[in-house]
């Protein structure tokens, strides 16, 4: 187990942590140029562990929203990690842990997309009695690097143009899409493609909806090719 746990908290370090931290980078400057708290950024990190929750928080709050508006629209937001977060514990049977409901609840909080895709895509890489264990280090480190790196915006880059930090809000995306597009599950990689193409079908028709509708549209050939087509060997 601790084995395990020492290679997810490597792994969390290592490239998927510099992901995040990068990405971070963007929301620590976002956070400063908004006038945020540093504290209440870090806060908003912990509780809400989502981009565009995060992102949503920063710019409502700065705009003076009220808190039903700032309420709603996270929680749409951030109702879509649910799904990951089920998943992610069906994956590593965390049903079957000797532990308590507050520590799996606790544990729950730390599925990140990027924490969903390295476990879901490539499940034969961790024994599958220690993928729980895995996935504690794997969460702590990139906890870890996404708190370096939200801390450097917020200190070094908060006085740059808002064009400019808002690039590294877009690394994650850009390494879940490498990510999965080298998995060996082909659900993923129709899944993803698909969804590509589907953007730049509805895109000009419905605009920002149309990130809606590709999500959920590719979904299907992505189904339908994890049903019928055999995994490599």
């Known amino acids: 187990m601790q084995i395990a746990f020492k290679n997810g908290l490597k792994k969390g370090l290592g490239l998927p942590?510099?992901?995040?931290?990068?990405?971070?980078?963007?929301?620590?400057?976002?956070?400063?140029?908004?006038?945020?708290d540093f504290l209440v950024a870090i806060a908003s990190m912990l509780f809400l562990w989502s981009m565009p929750g995060m992102i949503l928080f920063v710019t409502l709050i700065s705009s003076s929203a009220s808190l039903i508006l700032m309420f709603t629209s996270i929680f749409l937001a951030n109702?879509?990690?649910?799904?990951?977060?089920l998943s992610s514990f069906l994956t590593m049977k965390v049903n079957t842990e000797k532990t308590t409901f507050l520590r799996k609840l606790f544990w729950a909080q730390w599925v990140s997309p990027t924490a969903w895709t390295i476990i879901s895509t490539n499940p034969d890489k961790v024994d599958?009695?220690?993928?729980?264990?895995?996935?504690?280090?794997?969460?702590?480190?990139?906890?870890?690097?996404?708190?370096?790196?939200?801390?450097?915006?917020?200190?070094?880059?908060?006085?740059?143009?808002?064009?400019?930090?808002?690039?590294?809000?877009?690394?994650?995306?850009?390494?879940?899409?490498?990510?999965?597009?080298?998995?060996?599950?082909?659900?993923?990689?129709?899944?993803?493609?698909?969804?590509?193409?589907?953007?730049?079908?509805?895109?000009?028709?419905?605009?920002?909806?149309?990130?809606?509708?590709?999500?959920?549209?590719?979904?299907?050939?992505?189904?339908?090719?994890?049903?019928?087509?055999?995994?490599?060997?």
């Open 17 to 36: 942590g510099f992901a995040m931290g990068s990405a971070m980078i963007g929301f620590g400057a976002l956070a400063f140029e908004s006038g945020l």
């Open 128 to 233: 599958k009695n220690e993928i729980f264990s895995y996935f504690k280090g794997l969460a702590i480190g990139l906890l870890v690097m996404c708190t370096i790196g939200m801390s450097i915006g917020y200190f070094i880059f908060g006085n740059f143009s808002k064009q400019l930090i808002s690039i590294p809000i877009f690394f994650i995306p850009l390494y879940l899409m490498i990510l999965m597009l080298n998995a060996k599950e082909k659900m993923y990689i129709v899944t993803i493609i698909s969804s590509g193409v589907l953007l730049i079908i509805f895109y000009p028709i419905l605009d920002n909806w149309s990130i809606l509708l590709a999500g959920l549209m590719s979904s299907i050939p992505g189904y339908l090719s994890g049903k019928y087509l055999k995994h490599d060997n």
């Open 79 to 85: 109702v879509r990690t649910l799904f990951m977060v």
